[in-house]
């Protein structure tokens, strides 16, 4: 019953006005917050704000329109896992008609644990595009260890536009492509909130097609060399420090990764390619004595040597977390390096915590091929509305409108913050 009038509220929501957005990941797909969770584990679960104010979320109003008599569901992860799941139905002009069911799952190995995760979300949409992405950081009992995995499945037709930030969007070129990824690290506790760890990674892109620029003019995708398969397949070696509240939605501490990927022929890659990807994340309570949080991201993505496959470049919104650059669509830009920045600034609506709102704005910069320099900076900004999914683990609903250059504009949908 909790599913079904869950579903019938996000319907409301979703389908009260006509939506309009510009967005390749664009049907509301749970965000990856995978990487790690909470320094200490009570911090993570707290149920009253500053002024001690019981808090809520949408569980709870639900539970309490179907039975007035109903007790407040616990107020801590245990061993027990506390389940957000949000069906819902969406349309955007790239995917027309999309169904989507997402969410999250977050429990502990032990009682002293840090908080583990299971992210995942499987969607269709009238365009054709299937996927079923899921992500996971598992926690020793002890904390010693971090498991940390992304494995997906996309059937994904989508455009690109050409390489580096000064590319047009009358250059779109519609591509169309499967796409599998297993990704595992496992992450070594070296001292404090400081991790080490060595993975695997693979990705391949297969049945790649295109049709060209719509304008007739040469795709940089074919300057750049098709192919109708990619392979990428490598170890990959990262450090980690964290010392987030809550990896889900942290309010205070930081988090940084370092990792550095190599693929290799002799593994199965196509290519051999060189890469390194820096991710460094602060949050800050402002003002400190309210429950407002200020958070800052620096995120840089580069290839060292190599040529990788055309959809192994960086590009926007391909990160992860499949997060960065609001106001644009997926794939917007790409590039042989990739440097982006973004601020939100995260504050509450209602005291009780239901309703919340953000301001954020990013500004990235891409080269295009191998040895190019830097092109024009890209900004993106706009507001957004938070709906408390889930208060235990501090899941929201995330409905944002972003704003970017050359009229690119769009409504995002999502559970979880964009990082």
């Known amino acids: 019953m909790r599913l079904l009038t869950t579903f019938c509220i996000l319907w409301l929501l979703l389908t ?3 939506v309009f957005a510009q967005r390749g990941r664009e049907i509301p797909i749970a965000k990856i917050h995978a990487d790690t ?7 993570d679960t707290t149920i009253l704000s500053k002024k001690g104010k019981p808090q809520t979320d949408l569980y709870g109003v ?3 329109l179907l039975d007035k008599n109903a007790k407040p569901a616990d107020d801590t992860v245990t061993s027990k896992p506390v389940v957000s799941v949000v069906p819902a139905i969406g349309y955007t002009l790239v995917s027309k008609l999309a169904l989507v069911l997402s969410g999250n799952i977050a429990f502990r190995t032990g009682s002293d644990s840090r908080v583990s995760t299971i992210v995942a979300s499987t969607s269709y949409t009238q365009n054709k595009q299937f996927s079923i992405p899921m992500q996971t950081s598992i926690w020793s009992r002890d904390n010693r260890y971090n498991f940390i995995g992304d494995f997906r499945f996309y059937k994904y037709p989508q455009s690109t536009f050409g390489l580096g930030s000064s590319s047009n969007m009358a250059n779109e070129d519609p591509m169309d492509y499967k796409f599998i990824r297993f990704y595992e690290t496992a992450y070594r506790r070296i001292t404090g909130d400081f991790y080490a760890g060595i993975g695997y990674m693979f990705d391949d892109h297969f049945d790649i097609t295109d049709k060209g620029n719509l304008n007739n003019t040469v795709s940089d995708y074919s300057t750049y060399g098709k192919s109708s398969r990619s ?8 450090t980690l420090f964290d010392s987030r509240d809550n990896a889900i939605n942290a309010s205070r501490g930081a988090f940084a ?7 290799a022929r002799a593994l199965g890659s196509s290519s051999n390619w060189r890469s390194l990807m820096v991710d460094v994340r602060k949050y800050f309570k402002f003002p400190a004595n309210s429950d407002n949080v200020l958070a800052l991201w620096n ?13 192994d470049l960086p590009s926007v919104s391909w990160d992860s977390n499949s997060a960065t650059g609001r106001g644009y669509i997926q794939g917007r830009f790409r590039g042989a390096q990739m440097f982006y920045g973004e601020a939100e600034y995260r504050f509450r609506i209602t005291g009780n915590g239901l309703i919340g709102g953000v301001m954020f704005a990013n500004a990235e910069s891409f080269s295009a091929a191998q040895g190019t320099k830097l092109q024009a900076i890209q900004p993106g900004f706009g507001p957004g509305l938070r709906i408390k999914l889930n208060k235990v683990s501090k899941t929201n609903i995330t409905v944002d409108y972003g704003f970017g250059t050359q009229g690119s504009r769009g409504l995002f949908i999502d559970v979880g913050e964009a990082f």
């Open 62 to 64: 639900i539970s309490k």
């Open 16 to 18: 009260s006005g006509q």
């Open 37 to 43: 969770a909470a320094k200490k584990p009570r911090l």
């Open 231 to 238: 392979i990428a397949s490598g170890f990959n070696f990262s």
């Open 299 to 311: 995120f840089d993505w580069v290839i060292l040597n190599g040529s990788p496959g055309y959809l």
């Open 257 to 263: 990764s370092l990792q550095y990927r190599d693929a």
